[in-house]
């Protein structure tokens, strides 16, 4: 038995409990002066009152007698920790799914608008055709395929590093759509 590390474990375990010597001494109906010596290695406690102070700490025997902490109670206090931890982040992982998935649904909406602007042209159904609304289509397009890289990167299906050249290679796809539409546009008017 290390007196020593016993002392320091107590002197650890009263502070955890917001106590001071005195306080712990008028709990055990003992001296302050006896928890100083306790806490200092200079002196044990009787028996009986290591059982008690084993109770009062929650923890065992067995680890009062050797002055350590059992591995297993602080695995299970880094476990909670890492529970929390997790519970923490995947809430946060969920809003951005969430707001991603929003995005990515306007996005198609414009798709949608801009499909049905290029049929009534296509078909000559309306002479009208709304280059605005194509244009910012397409910028929906780029975006929603940038929404859907990112969306693959937070649910770790796609790791930044790895999967660079396919982030890159949907932005100049993004790009050429831009530009395809355009030189549709300018198409439409009679530009070209």
């Known amino acids: 038995m290390d007196q020593i590390k016993i002392g320091a474990l107590l002197r650890e375990l009263r502070k ?22 306790w806490e200092n290695g200079n002196t044990m406690p009787d028996i009986s009152l ?8 929650d923890i065992e025997i067995r680890e009062l007698l050797s002055g350590e ?3 297993e109670t602080m695995n299970k206090d880094m476990k909670e920790t890492l529970v929390m931890v997790a519970d923490y982040t995947n809430a946060e992982k969920k809003k951005i799914v969430q707001s991603l998935f929003g995005m990515t649904a306007a996005s ?10 290029i049929i009534f042209r296509l078909y000559k159904i309306s002479d009208t055709f709304d280059s605005t609304m194509v244009f910012l289509s397409v910028l929906g397009l780029i975006y929603s395929i940038m929404s859907y890289v990112r969306l693959m990167q937070i649910t770790g299906k796609m790791d930044k590093k790895r999967h660079r050249k396919f982030a890159v290679a949907a932005l100049i ?6 530009l395809l539409t355009m030189l549709l546009i300018l198409w439409a ?4």
């Open 108 to 117: 198609a909406v414009a798709f949608g608008i801009m499909g049905f602007i």
């Open 16 to 37: 955890e409990k917001n106590l001071s010597q005195e306080q712990l001494a008028e709990q055990f109906n003992v001296s302050s002066r006896s928890v100083s010596r």
């Open 189 to 192: 008017f009679g530009v070209i």
């Open 50 to 57: 290591l059982i008690e102070l084993a109770d009062f700490y």
């Open 69 to 71: 902490r059992k591995r």
């Open 173 to 178: 796809t993004g790009i050429i759509v831009l």
